[in-house]
């Protein structure tokens, strides 16, 4: 049983380029989420699909972002124009929808992103 | 609004000792569950243990348990026996219901001595 894998893990990147990263889920979680993890603080919500509709955004995924997963499955997250600000790990999670209050979230190794 | 307060920066044990490490909660919902999370140096988030709000019962995961204190609001996780292999930062987070985002706090660095 897989878990959740991130590509690339490492993305070194100059400002005002674009960047996409991936996410391949757990295979028969329905639920994806995108966090953003700057350094010394906890994991900040950035956006959440159920199959592939995209339910909920925070306010931190400003225009620049943009996340899909077209085929309910595998899911990318784009930042246009990066800034310095960009660099953080971005990490990625999927959980199954069950019966619990809240699904149990597993998470990837994550994409550290350094925008110079 | 929900937030998650960890005030223990940072902790040290001595291999084979127990630990314990605050979490307090605050949020509006009555449902809700709470999670501990470690991170190992190399960056992944680990799942450790989860505690519904209407779970009478602390949860317990082999060497890890929950002291949940609901009036209190409080989610501590608890090591016993800790080993060097526990050495990582820990995260406390909650979520809801009706939101599907999960709120961390902003972690504990846990560091096991020989």
């Known amino acids: 049983d897989t878990g959740v894998s991130q590509n690339p893990r490492h993305k070194i990147t100059k400002r005002g380029q674009n960047v996409t990263f991936r996410c391949d889920p757990i295979?028969?979680?329905?639920?994806l989420y995108w966090y953003r993890q700057t350094l010394g603080q906890g994991p900040e919500f950035l956006t959440y699909?159920?199959?592939?509709?995209?339910?909920?955004k925070s306010r931190l995924l400003s225009d620049r972002f943009s996340a899909e997963r077209p085929k309910g499955s595998f899911s990318t997250l784009e930042i246009q124009r990066t800034e310095q600000g960009d660099s953080a790990m971005y990490l990625c999670?999927?959980?199954?929808?069950?019966?619990?209050?809240?699904?149990?979230?597993?998470f990837g190794p994550g994409t550290r992103l350094t925008v110079l | 609004a929900q937030k998650i307060t960890q005030t223990q920066p940072g902790m040290f044990v001595q291999e084979k000792e127990a630990v314990t490490l605050d979490c307090t909660y605050d949020?509006?919902?009555?449902?809700?569950?709470l999670f501990w999370y470690k991170q190992p140096s190399s960056g992944e988030m680990i799942f450790l243990i989860y505690?519904?709000?209407?779970?009478?019962q602390n949860a317990t995961e082999g060497r890890y348990s929950l002291n949940f204190q609901k009036a209190r609001k409080s989610a501590n996780l608890v090591i016993s026996a800790s080993q060097l292999g526990d050495s990582a930062m820990y995260f406390c987070?909650?979520?809801?219901?009706?939101?599907?985002?999960?709120?961390f706090g902003s972690g504990t660095r846990l560091q096991v001595q020989p």
């Open positions: 699909f159920q199959n592939e509709a995209q339910l909920e």
């Open positions: 949020t509006s919902d009555q449902s809700y569950g």
């Open positions: 505690q519904g709000s209407y779970d009478e």
């Open positions: 987070a909650v979520g809801d219901t009706g939101r599907r985002a999960l709120t």
């Open positions: 295979s028969e979680h329905n639920r």
């Open positions: 999670a999927s959980s199954l929808r069950s019966e619990l209050y809240t699904d149990t979230q597993y």
